[in-house]
């Protein structure tokens, strides 16, 4: 982590300083959505990469009692958060470690590997998702969440005029730019109407979501079309598409239908984001990797989330995601007609 981003964590602690905050659910709500029935982590070691104060470790260490949680993360104020937040939840299951990805070297592997919102602040994405890779076991799973380039485009102009506007050397000099230029990020732009958690985000959280939206010295977007070569050369065997986060809501990518019909969840198939008979035909005959782009230039998301993984991991996940595979190494363009 460069030394501005470390300063930016250390003074504005994400997602919130308040170690009796709300828990984020969105992992742990979506595991369901990801494993086959039934599969509830028993004797699991998950890591939680860039854990941060702990609201999504704690939330997963809480519904999955029987796994073992490790959070990683290179802020010690995040992590001293995050131990008195899983004290105050009376979870026993979490271990936090502070240290640097890539630099870091734990002696141990993991079931799952979970990276929500970090590698994108990292100088090299490459180097943390080769590092989560040192870290798996021979069947494990990586579970990324990700800026989208696409959905980000605006706000990547906002931050590059308030960067312009801001000393460096002074976050909290900073937040006074993002105010006087009348910016606010709005959770309803990733698909959480109110707050990340139901519940409307406190002033102090506000400030943190700003500081990390508009200040971050290291932010990258990328795109599902840039997966492929950012997972290129790793030892690990597939790669897929899971969710969308955009203005009008979460989606569950669903590209091969296999959840047609379950009206329970939003899935998300890109020939359903269009009216006229010849574009969805269109779209139908499209790879993978051209359908994904659909929806992305459809529906603007600002995050998206990816799995990945070797072994047995694939068949421990729900058709859905097999359906949802993206190029990877020689085989041939998935879904392609
Ligand atoms: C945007 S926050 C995400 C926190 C948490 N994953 C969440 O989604 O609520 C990014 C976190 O990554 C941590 N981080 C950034 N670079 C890191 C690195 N190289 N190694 C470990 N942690 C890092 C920061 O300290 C920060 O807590």
């Known amino acids: 982590m460069t030394s501005a981003v ?7 602690p994400f997602p919130s300083p308040a170690e009796d905050a709300p828990l984020m659910d969105m992992v742990a709500d979506q595991l369901p959505f990801v494993l086959r029935d039934g599969d509830d ?22 519904r999955y009692p029987k796994a073992r949680f490790t959070g990683v993360d290179a802020c010690r104020r995040s992590l001293d958060i995050a131990r008195r937040c899983a004290e105050r939840h009376g ?41 989560l890779t040192e870290h ?4 494990g799973l990586i579970y990324l969440w990700l800026y989208d380039a696409v959905g980000e485009h ?10 312009l506007l801001t000393s460096p050397d002074n976050p909290e000099g900073g937040l006074t730019t993002i105010r006087d230029l009348g910016l606010e990020l709005s959770l309803a732009d990733y698909g959480f109407p109110v707050g990340w958690t139901g519940t409307a985000l406190t002033t102090a959280e506000q400030d943190v979501a700003d500081a990390d939206a508009y ?34 809501g979460i989606g569950l990518v669903d590209l ?22 010849g574009l969805r035909e269109r779209v139908r005959e499209l790879g993978n990797l051209d359908r994904l782009r659909a929806i992305e230039l459809r529906l603007r998301p600002t ?20 359906g949802n595979l993206l190029p990877y190494g020689d085989g041939p363009e998935p879904g392609a007609r």
């Open 6 to 12: 470390a300063q930016l964590y250390e003074t504005f």
């Open 91 to 131: 979870v026993t299951n979490v271990e936090l470690v502070h240290g640097t990805m890539p630099e870091l070297s734990l002696q141990r592997r993991f079931d799952m590997a979970v990276c929500c919102g970090v590698l994108h602040h990292l100088p090299s994405p490459r180097a943390g998702l080769q590092w």
């Open 136 to 139: 798996l076991t021979d069947d």
């Open 256 to 277: 091969a239908g296999t959840e047609a019909g379950n009206g329970g969840a939003v899935f998300v198939r890109p020939e359903d984001l269009f009216d006229r008979p």
């Open 303 to 322: 995050g998206f989330e990816v799995l990945a993984g070797r072994g047995a991991g694939l068949d421990r996940c729900l058709p859905r995601i097999a």
């Open 215 to 248: 200040l971050n010295p290291v932010v990258l977007p990328m795109r599902f079309a840039d997966m492929p070569e950012l997972f290129a050369g790793l030892p690990l065997t597939w790669l897929a598409a899971d969710r969308v986060f955009h203005p009008g």
């Open 41 to 62: 982590l028993d004797g699991w070691e998950v890591l939680d990469a860039g854990c941060g104060t702990g609201s999504i470790l704690v939330a997963l260490a809480r």
């Open 154 to 163: 605006g706000r990547m102009l906002d931050r590059e005029l308030v960067q």
